[in-house]
């Protein structure tokens, strides 16, 4: 399911194919360093250019002779370009080439979640104005609280996910670098020019110092971005779930003609992408701890990360391309409720209000203590007798003496929790 939805261009980045055209793109950037720097014939670097070429299955065949993926790849564009080939891998490591080529695959895909982001967040935004007074009810604690709208709501999903695009573009431009230094670093064949006109040619910046491979604290950075914005994801999809409840059923996925929720129950309508969403969600987290681990390694470089980056990143970058994509088609066929949003904010007669009514005796004389005794046993006993807020309000003699039935009809006037609405959305909507 998951590779039915995902984006092609995502997939296309991780795949062996585009790994080595990433590796020969690299070879030939610093080949045309060295020709800038007047060291190969740029005549030399014209006709590389041309006839470089990698076959992935004959990459395979020499790498179960050599078992060195680099050396496998190198040999084999070496036999398309003849005695031109000694120009190949001039003073590098073969770590130049995979953690700079990694770093414009991670590029490449970041452009991709960033436009994911924005379609996302613009979705948001377009059913936050529709709902910009839709009256429901605020929860804490998964108990009701008081009177909100829906945009609101939304307000602070767009909020969030905004502050989540903010964090990734940081962490995308931190990872833009690459290196060419050499064993351990230290330029000893090759010099830190070539490094910095291959790192233009690629549109990286060159690692302020790299350790014959890119600390990865870099991509543990990287990786906890993309891990918060499956949490927050997450975040928005649960409070569907639960939006999406028989009990409440103040909001429902969008569900088809033909669809099906049950095997067993044809009444049946689930939240299952929203429930698929925090399953996935769980996943990324767990890669950005692999991300972590991986930032201890011996010395200078050993190779314990790079086996598991093969996995988590391709992985965690299709998983928020997908995730986005899904929660954006969630947002788009949002079934709102609004009847149903009203409705829960008048149950047990309107004990939302309790605060209002709080503070209006208060206004009128009584001391906080024993006007939240008032109205605490009206409320109370409205809740546990299924009663009536409100009208146990006009019946208590305490109440009575200080309010008239006009001044709690004003109280329980919805409007008054809107009176800010437009402050909240000129912060967010502008």
Same mark, same amino acid.
Not at 18 to 41: H, Q, R
Not at 50 to 75: C, G, P
Not at 212 to 237: G, K, N, P, T, W
């Given at each position: ?27 030939? %950037? ?97 059913? %936050? ?17 008081? !009177? ?19 964090? #990734? ?94 095997? %067993? ?47 988590? #990143? ?5 998983? !928020? ?30 004990? !939302? ?35 009536? #807020? ?41």
């Amino acid at each position: 399911m998951i590779e039915r939805y995902s984006r092609e261009e995502m997939k296309n980045i991780w795949t062996l194919e585009s790994k080595f055209n990433y590796y020969l793109k690299v070879e030939i %950037a610093v080949c045309e360093a060295y020709a800038e720097l007047g060291e190969i014939p740029k005549e030399d670097v014209l006709i590389i250019k041309q006839r470089a070429r990698f076959d992935v299955k004959r990459i395979d065949e020499i790498e179960r002779e050599v078992r060195h993926d680099v050396i496998a790849f190198l040999t084999n564009v070496n036999e398309s370009l003849g005695d031109l080939g000694r120009y190949m891998h001039v003073g590098l490591t073969s770590s130049d080439v995979i953690d700079t080529a990694f770093a414009l695959q991670i590029q490449d895909s970041g452009k991709i979640i960033l436009e994911d982001l924005n379609k996302t967040i613009n979705s948001i935004k377009e059913l %936050a104005k529709k709902h910009k007074n839709t009256i429901c009810i605020g929860r804490s604690h998964g108990i009701h609280a008081e !009177v909100m709208t829906f945009g609101v709501k939304l307000c602070s999903w767009i909020d969030i996910l905004e502050r989540q695009k903010d964090n #990734f573009e940081h962490a995308l431009e931190q990872i833009r670098v690459g290196q060419i230094s050499g064993p351990v670093g230290t330029y000893s064949n090759i010099s830190p020019e070539v490094e910095q006109i291959t790192c233009k040619h690629l549109g990286l910046k060159p690692a302020r110092i790299s350790t014959q491979i890119i600390a990865r604290d870099y991509h543990a950075y990287f990786m906890q971005s993309l891990a918060l914005i499956a949490s927050v994801i997450e975040q928005f999809a649960t409070e569907i779930r639960h939006l999406q409840r028989t009990e409440v059923l103040e909001v429902e996925e969008g569900f088809g003609a033909h669809q099906k929720g049950s095997s %067993a129950m044809p009444h049946k309508k689930n939240p299952v992408l929203s429930e698929n969403l925090c399953g996935l969600a769980r996943v990324v987290r767990a890669n950005s701890l692999v991300a972590l681990e991986n930032i201890p390694l011996w010395h200078e470089r050993d190779i314990s990360h790079s086996s598991a980056e093969r996995i988590i #990143f391709p992985d965690s970058l299709t998983l !928020v391309d997908f995730m986005l994509n899904r929660f954006n088609e969630i947002v788009e066929n949002l079934v709102v409720h609004e009847n149903n949003m009203l409705k829960n904010t008048e149950k047990f007669g309107g004990i !939302v209000f309790s605060q209002k009514v709080l503070l209006t005796l208060v206004s009128k004389g009584l001391s906080r203590e024993d006007a939240y005794t008032i109205v605490q046993r009206n409320a109370l006993d409205a809740f546990n007798n299924h009663g009536n #807020f409100k009208e146990n309000l006009l019946k208590d003699k305490d109440v009575m003496k200080l309010l008239t039935p006009q001044e709690i009809d004003t109280i329980f006037d919805k409007k008054e929790f809107l009176q800010n609405i437009d402050k909240i959305y000129a912060r967010i909507l502008n």
